[in-house]
């Protein structure tokens, strides 16, 4: 009876551990880190959204999603990019 209990307790401290080790790995699949960054200015038509990079990055930067999908990473202290970044989440509040 003990050994069953026993066994019981390690089975589900296993699986605790397998379902949290599953979640950062989805976090780290899903995450976008930059080995650099566009100086070219993309037309605000184009985005769709944005989000930064995780801690698990070197840097931090913005990273853009387009119409078509791309990701394209760009400098988050940039004035331009600041703008965008504004007026998309001036968007998403209307």
């Given at each position: 009876?003990?050994?069953?209990?026993?066994?019981?307790?390690?089975?589900?401290?296993?699986?605790?551990?397998?379902?949290?080790?599953?979640?950062?790995?989805?976090?780290?699949?899903?995450?976008?880190?930059c080995?650099?960054?566009?100086?070219?200015?993309?037309?605000?038509?184009?985005?769709?959204?944005?989000?930064l990079?995780?801690?698990?990055?070197?840097?931090?930067?913005?990273?853009?999603?387009?119409?078509?999908?791309?990701?394209?990473?760009?400098?988050?202290?940039?004035?331009?990019?600041?703008?965008?970044?504004?007026?998309?989440?001036?968007?998403t509040?209307?």
């Amino acid at each position: 009876m003990r050994s069953l209990m026993f066994l019981l307790v390690l089975v589900l401290f296993c699986s605790l551990q397998d379902t949290s080790s599953a979640m950062e790995a989805i976090i780290s699949a899903n995450s976008v880190c930059c080995e650099g960054f566009t100086h070219k200015k993309i037309p605000l038509s184009k985005i769709v959204s944005y989000h930064l990079t995780t801690s698990n990055c070197a840097k931090k930067f913005i990273v853009f999603t387009t119409k078509a999908g791309k990701k394209i990473c760009v400098d988050p202290e940039n004035t331009f990019v600041k703008r965008q970044v504004a007026e998309l989440d001036s968007r998403t509040r209307v």
